[in-house]
């Protein structure tokens, strides 16, 4: 167990400055040149010959991101190009319409006969809007024939036109619709297309960060937006770490970028953006979106919801869980208080969620998990002679996910050994049968749902939260939060195992030969509990019981 200094708890680029001090003379990258992959794909696909005409790219789904790809095609291809935003397919295959005598009265080309020998950029979205259309385009690509669509079916062109289509189509939509475009055909990439995508993170290491500044070199040149200091640049990827999840990434999501960078020049009329410039458009995003977690922290703080940061309690333990409501932008972190108690039974764990129907299946997973890991420590030779409820109190929506599992097996072990848990903690983190703890979601938000509500009920100087050890690399945490762990008024402590979160929130080693640590605390409650229970007759159990 280890108790962690600041630095770790916020990304560190100072091994970078070589780059960042001189990134004014790096060279431009430019959208293409930062997605090798997407390049490399595009340029195989205009290479290839035979019935491979589509390509489909993984991207987000708008207009701005399939210009950046025509513009990639462009730059690989002489062929003409052309992007398409319409769902219509009569701009796609081309329209007509007949007289009474069957003459064609008007005839409206479509792309697929006005592009020749080039390339057609696509939103999937076009084809999920006219299913239908998906078999005639099919054709048209396999034979090299087609025909327009009759806006008029009650009037039939004695001779229906029809084209060669000599010409590739590129299918641009996120996972999700392409997905249903999959289930429209499901041999879609069995010779028909191929399939790649826009990349909307990069790896960071000494090797790419200057491809990454070079990229922020492009934005900013591209969009006359003025250029970054050094302090500046380290703000922006601590925020990049904290959007991605992850310290060792950054984002390529070039709309991410223009949203801060475009607040930060309204925000200022500097020359060049400094650290404060991009500290305040952040800022200023969390104001504009933060009434829903402040309304709920309200109700904390009101004594509505009672999350206790102070003293010990028997059973009871302050997890942690990341909320996302619908039609809201931001996920914010909430503590919850999972308490557990113990009755005479057959060693069963009910999850009161799982009962109650608000429980998910991941949720369900890791109770059991959880079970069958404390059954194996205590080395049991018959079911435990106590059954437990396990609940997330004042919880009135679906619960789902393992990252409780930590929280509700301290919550479990400290009512079987009847050992307090400290308050001022709140843990987070997954379990596996073995003990060891593992990685979960949504750590920044997690830690700064607890650091608030401490911070308004007031620092004791020993609040803080246990995480996995492999969760270091995902924090990127609030400047404020920072500065409180800097002041030793608030801690994060790294675990791997069940091992070393139980002396944190217990002050009990969980085994060992020590008479006083947790496992043999239970054993000893077990042992007494079998011996009065050879003692005393059902009757005598009950009355003492209920007294």
């Not at 329209?95 to 020749?116: F, H, M, R």
């Not at 803080?464 to 002041?487: D, F, M, Q, R, Y």
Request: glycine share 6%; hydrophobic share 40%.
């Amino acid at each position: 167990m280890i108790q962690e200094q600041w630095q770790a708890v916020t990304p560190q680029y100072d091994e970078y400055d070589f780059a960042i001090d001189k990134i004014n003379t790096l060279p431009s990258v430019n959208f293409s040149s930062a997605q090798p992959r997407l390049t490399k794909s595009i340029e195989t696909f205009i290479s290839l010959s035979g019935i491979s005409k589509l390509l489909v790219l993984n991207a987000p789904d708008n207009a701005f991101y399939r210009e950046h790809i025509k513009q990639t095609i462009e730059q690989l291809s002489d062929r003409p190009t052309v992007s398409t935003e319409s769902i219509d397919a009569k701009m796609l295959f081309g329209s007509y319409s007949a007289e009474k005598d069957g003459q064609i009265l008007v005839n409206k080309p479509g792309l697929l006969e006005t592009v020749k020998h080039g390339f057609i950029v696509l939103p999937v979205n076009a084809l999920l809007a006219n299913p239908t259309g998906w078999i005639k385009l099919k054709s048209a690509l396999l034979s090299g024939h087609s025909t327009a669509i009759n806006v008029n079916p009650e009037r039939i062109a004695l001779e229906e036109p029809n084209y060669d289509v000599d010409v590739k189509l590129v299918l641009v939509g996120d996972r999700d619709q392409i997905a249903e475009l999959e289930f429209l055909e499901p041999d879609l990439y069995s010779g028909l297309a191929l399939f790649s995508e826009v990349e909307l993170e990069l790896g960071v290491n000494s090797k790419t960060v200057e491809r990454y500044l070079g990229h922020l070199n492009w934005i900013t040149d591209t969009y006359q937006l003025p250029n970054l200091s050094a302090q500046a640049i380290h703000r922006l990827m601590v925020a990049g770490a904290r959007y991605t999840e992850d310290q060792r990434y950054m984002p390529l999501d070039i709309m991410w970028y223009l949203s801060i960078f475009h607040e930060a020049a309204a925000l200022t009329n500097h020359s060049e953006f400094t650290e404060n410039d991009i500290d305040a458009a952040i800022d200023a995003k969390y104001y504009r979106e933060a009434y829903l977690p402040e309304r709920a922290r309200s109700d904390i703080l009101d004594g509505q919801v009672i999350i206790e940061t102070q003293g010990e309690c028997v059973g009871q333990v302050n997890g942690l869980t990341v909320i996302d409501i619908s039609g809201h932008p931001q996920s914010y972190g909430e503590p919850a208080r999972i308490s557990c108690v113990i009755h005479f039974g057959d060693g069963d764990i009910s999850d009161v969620e799982r009962k109650a129907e608000l429980g998910g299946n991941l949720h369900a997973k890791g109770m059991m998990i959880m079970q069958a890991f404390v059954a194996s420590a205590l080395n049991l030779e018959e079911p435990l002679p106590y059954s437990a409820s396990v609940v997330f109190e004042q919880s009135y929506c679906e619960v789902d996910g393992d990252s409780a599992t930590l929280a509700e097996l301290c919550s479990f072990v400290s009512a079987l050994s009847e050992y307090p848990i400290n308050q001022q903690i709140a843990v987070t983190g997954a379990v596996d049968q073995f003990g060891r703890v593992q990685a979960v979601g949504g750590l920044n938000e997690k830690i700064e749902g607890f650091y608030h509500v401490c911070k308004h009920q007031g620092f004791t100087g020993n609040q803080g939260v246990i995480l996995p050890k492999t969760n270091l690399k995902h924090l990127a945490l609030h400047k404020e939060v920072v500065e409180s762990i800097k002041n030793n008024e608030f801690h994060i402590w790294s675990v791997e195992t069940v091992d070393q979160a139980i002396p944190i929130i217990m002050g009990k080693p969980f085994r060992g030969d020590d008479e006083t640590s947790v496992i043999s605390k239970i054993a000893q409650r077990i042992e007494k509990f079998e011996r009065d229970d050879q003692s005393e007759s059902l009757l005598e159990r009950l009355r003492s019981w209920f007294n």
